[in-house]
């Protein structure tokens, strides 16, 4: 079993359109967690961490859910430029202070004119 | 700039070959590793080092050796490269192992084996 899971997707929406994502995390003793945005063929980078009150920034909206082990991503009034890969991200502390990030597959967002 | 980069972005080789994929970063960053991508599968660690001399392993560390004799270059190095580790590969690095620091990832290394 995977320890964090994604729909793949694709998500085609049409600009303007508020999608959501999911992932879900294994490890209940998991520290913290982010959501990196990837464009086509290029390296990944933070969109945003996420904090257990939630929080936003702009148009998305991140959210955590420790009892049932899921975090969201929540996009807002979505644009051409939004499509992209996202990846949920997890922080485990493996032993000692060594950690470890935890990446999902990602979910592809597809935002149509 | 502050950056990660890789070296070479491309490479196309064949079994057996000895290559070596260079990293280097300029933000003085304690930590940095190295993962590869594959389709369906997301990023996977491969090897990861918490500081100079301080190297692990990651989740999938089997046909790969790392270095990390000075703090900005953490080179990849595959001793006898297999098609199974055609893939494309992404060195990163943070400014140290606490829970929130933003790893900064290189663009990329596609690697193919024939």
């Known amino acids: 079993r995977k320890e964090v899971e994604q729909d793949p997707g694709p998500f085609n929406v049409p600009e303007g359109a508020t999608v959501a994502f999911n992932c879900t995390y294994s490890?209940?003793?998991?520290?913290?967690f982010f959501w990196y945005r990837q464009d086509c063929r290029k390296e990944p980078k933070l969109l945003m961490s996420?904090?257990?009150s939630g929080n936003e920034d702009g148009r998305f909206t991140a959210q955590l859910n420790r009892a049932s082990q899921y975090i969201s991503l929540l996009i807002r009034d979505s644009k051409l430029s939004d499509s992209a890969t996202y990846l949920c991200?997890?922080?485990?502390?493996?032993?000692?202070?060594?950690?470890?990030?935890?990446f999902g597959s990602g979910t592809q967002l597809t935002v149509l004119p | 700039e502050a950056q990660v980069t890789q070296n070479p972005r491309y490479l196309i080789t064949v079994t057996g070959k000895k290559l070596t994929v260079t990293c280097s970063q300029n933000m003085n960053h304690e930590y940095m590793s190295w993962y590869r991508q594959d389709p369906g599968l997301g990023l996977r660690q491969i090897y990861y080092s918490m500081n100079v001399e301080v190297t692990d392993k990651g989740d999938v560390p089997e046909g790969y050796k790392v270095s990390r004799k000075e703090k900005r270059n953490f080179p990849l190095i595959l001793e006898s490269p297999s098609p199974n580790q055609t893939s494309l590969y992404f060195c990163a690095s943070s400014l140290s192992w606490g829970s929130r620091n933003e790893q900064y990832f290189g663009p990329g290394t596609r690697l193919t084996v024939t």
């Open positions: 991200v997890v922080n485990d502390l493996v032993s000692g202070s060594a950690r470890q990030l935890t």
């Open positions: 490890n209940s003793a998991s520290q913290s």
């Open positions: 996420v904090y257990s």
